[in-house]
């Protein structure tokens, strides 16, 4: 399976800024996703990074607050603007690395709290 | 639209104890379902997988079948041991993947 990265692992931020945070594949992937899991919570997710054109998003998210970028196949960030304490949250990217196939794979996850 | 039920915890089992964790579905098409798990501090490891119904996925002892009939994919383990505690999550996907609550699983010596 594809093996994943995130940047930062965790941050620690003001209420009012943003972050953006970096997902990084070691090899081309057919999909790419953006997560999100909210302390003891599930995992919802955001939006699917789509290559070269604007994201797909889920219903409650929308791309002022989240924008993303998925610049070519191995590479994507999401921003998270104008935070608040309710950001507070994992934030993991995930892909689907062969054609023809739905099992996901997860980045390590981007531990953020916002004070 | 797609969703899946899971039983929620959390479990609290002895060493060597039998381990069921429920999860049912709800889905328009034919998705594949997994069990990911999530140990202390770490992210989401892919456990197992079932793409078609009457499939079983297996890993690390733990099995859980494919069942149309009864949509569901529940979560087996016959002797769980306390390196097994973590958060347990069933999935099912036909493309972006969808996430039941999540079990925490605690084994105790």
């Known amino acids: 399976s594809a093996v994943i990265s995130q940047k930062p692992s965790r941050d620690i931020c003001q209420r009012g800024t943003s972050l953006t945070i970096q997902c990084q594949v070691d090899s081309q992937v057919t999909m790419m996703f953006w997560y999100r899991q909210q302390p003891g919570q599930s995992l919802t997710l955001i939006a699917t990074a789509n290559q070269g054109s604007e994201a797909t998003y889920e219903s409650g998210f929308v791309i002022d607050k989240f924008p993303i970028s998925r610049p070519n196949l191995t590479f994507s960030t999401l921003t998270v603007s104008n935070m608040s304490p309710e950001d507070s949250s994992i934030y993991l990217c995930?892909?689907?690395?062969?054609?023809?196939?739905?099992?996901?794979?997860f980045g390590p996850g981007t531990r953020l709290t916002v004070l | 639209g797609n969703s899946v039920t899971q039983m929620e915890g959390p479990v609290t089992l002895s060493e060597e104890a039998f381990l069921t964790i429920n999860c049912t579905y709800t889905?328009?098409?034919?998705?594949?379902l997994f069990w990911y798990v999530q140990y202390p501090g770490e992210g989401l490891q892919l456990l197992l997988k079932a793409t078609k119904a009457d499939d079983k996925g297996s890993n690390k002892g733990f099995e859980a079948t494919y069942r149309k009939e009864t949509t569901s994919f529940h979560l087996e383990k016959g002797s769980v041991q306390v390196s097994d505690s973590a958060v347990y999550f069933c999935?099912?996907?036909?493309?972006?993947?969808?996430f039941g609550a999540g079990t925490r699983l605690t084994v105790k010596p």
């Open positions: 995930s892909v689907v690395d062969a054609p023809g196939t739905d099992t996901q794979y």
């Open positions: 999935a099912l996907s036909e493309r972006e993947a969808r």
């Open positions: 889905a328009t098409g034919y998705p594949s």
